[in-house]
T-cell receptor
Framework: EPEVTQTPSHQVTQMGQEVILRCVPI?????FYWYRQILGQKVEFLVS????????KSEIFDDQFSVERPDGSNFTLKIRSTKLEDSAMYFC???????????FGPGTRLLVL | DAKTTQPTSMDCAEGRAANLPCNHS???????VYWYRQIHSQGPQYIIH???NNETNEMASLIITEDRKSSTLILPHATLRDTAVYYC?????????????FGKGTKLSVIP
């Protein structure tokens, strides 16, 4: 069964460093998403991506964040200068066209020290 | 904010049916009811969704009231592996990016 994959599973970084989180969505899906979940809190929407551009973003997704689909399979989230409060689980999701269901990856646990 | 109300927690005996309620009294005609679950800190897992009619798949059944203001997710024979946080999400099917808005969900504990 097709699934969304994410790498790395864990990432530890120093405050101020850049990180790139990677996702491989399900192959025939067209819409891509990043969500995050701070420990003990709700899953929060960050950004959606369709047709090689951002379609919607939340207030959390400020200028420190960017997304890219560098090739036909990968979808990345970059945090330019990490802060302590960026420590969270980051989930990638994808869905097909129309009313398709979103399928989530296993997540990347980011720890900023 | 999430447009649904769910109990904070529930217990269910292993092998019994788990019935998880959800209130969505402000749901509009083109909004679907989706259910996801999250085991520990894993990625949310899709369970089932519906618009008006009751739905069943290999994981669960979804019962939606006739006025669509509430629904119940039924896990027919709960196992220990069903212990998770269950999210009921109302999802707008119109134009837009269709992001999901998660609430706090119901923490289901399946007890041996």
């Amino acid at each position: 069964e097709p699934e969304v994959t994410q790498t790395p599973s864990h990432q530890v970084t120093q405050m101020g460093q850049e990180v790139i989180l990677r996702c491989v969505p399900i192959s025939n899906h067209l819409y891509f998403y990043w969500y995050r979940q701070i420990l003990g809190q709700k899953v929060e929407f960050l950004v959606s991506f369709y047709n090689n551009e951002i379609s919607e973003k939340s207030e959390i997704f400020d200028d420190q964040f960017s997304v890219e689909r560098p090739d036909g399979s990968n979808f990345t989230l970059k945090i330019r200068s990490t802060k302590l409060e960026d420590s969270a689980m980051y989930f990638c999701a994808s869905r097909d066209r129309g009313l398709g269901t979103q399928y989530f990856g296993p997540g990347t646990r980011l720890l900023v020290l | 904010d999430a447009k649904t109300t769910q109990p904070t927690s529930m217990d269910c005996a292993e092998g019994r049916a788990a019935n998880l309620p959800c209130n969505h009294s402000t749901i509009s005609g083109n909004e679907y009811v989706y259910w996801y679950r999250q085991i520990h800190s894993q990625g949310p897992q899709y369970i089932i969704h519906g618009l008006k009619n009751n739905e069943t798949n290999e994981m669960a059944s979804l019962i939606i009231t006739e006025d669509r203001k509430s629904s119940t997710l039924i896990l027919p024979h709960a196992t220990l592996r069903d212990t998770a946080v269950y999210y009921c999400i109302v999802w707008y099917s119109g134009a837009g990016s269709y992001q999901l808005t998660f609430g706090k969900g119901t923490k289901l504990s399946v007890i041996p």
